[in-house]
């Protein structure tokens, strides 16, 4: 098992930047990739950026590619997403997911453990 805990979330003008990160422990040494999704109310949860744990390549969402960074820090276990330029459409909860293969990293299925969620609002 894998226990993730997300902070960072809160309330920010259009602009401006938060950091989120995702706290994980447990049997994390099967953890072959790490990701954000997001989920805004009356919408899909979609995928936001993933980083594979071997060899620290990333991916993002169109939508957030330039604006957003994903980071890990092995020594701390812990996942950033470092948000800025945030906008409106941002408005979500963010969840952080970890899992064990990954095959396809915009899926909700390649991941086997989520966080409970940090909710990030950006006001106009």
């Known amino acids: 098992q894998v226990q993730l805990v997300e902070s960072g979330g809160g309330s920010v003008q259009t602009g401006g930047s938060l950091r989120l990160s995702c706290a994980a422990s447990g049997h994390t040494y099967n953890t072959a990739c790490m990701g954000w999704f997001r989920q805004a109310p009356g919408k899909e949860r979609e995928a936001v950026a993933t980083?594979?744990?071997?060899?620290?390549?990333?991916n993002y969402a169109t939508s957030v590619k330039g604006r957003f960074t994903i980071s890990r820090d092995n020594a701390k276990n812990t996942l950033y997403l470092q948000m800025n330029s945030l906008k409106p459409e941002d408005t979500a909860m963010y969840y952080c997911?970890?899992?064990?293969?990954?095959?396809?990293?915009?899926?909700?299925?390649?991941?086997?453990?989520w966080g409970q969620g940090t909710q990030v609002t950006v006001s106009s």
């Open positions: 980083i594979y744990l071997s060899f620290g390549s990333t």
């Open positions: 997911a970890a899992g064990s293969s990954c095959g396809r990293w915009t899926t909700s299925v390649s991941y086997n453990y």
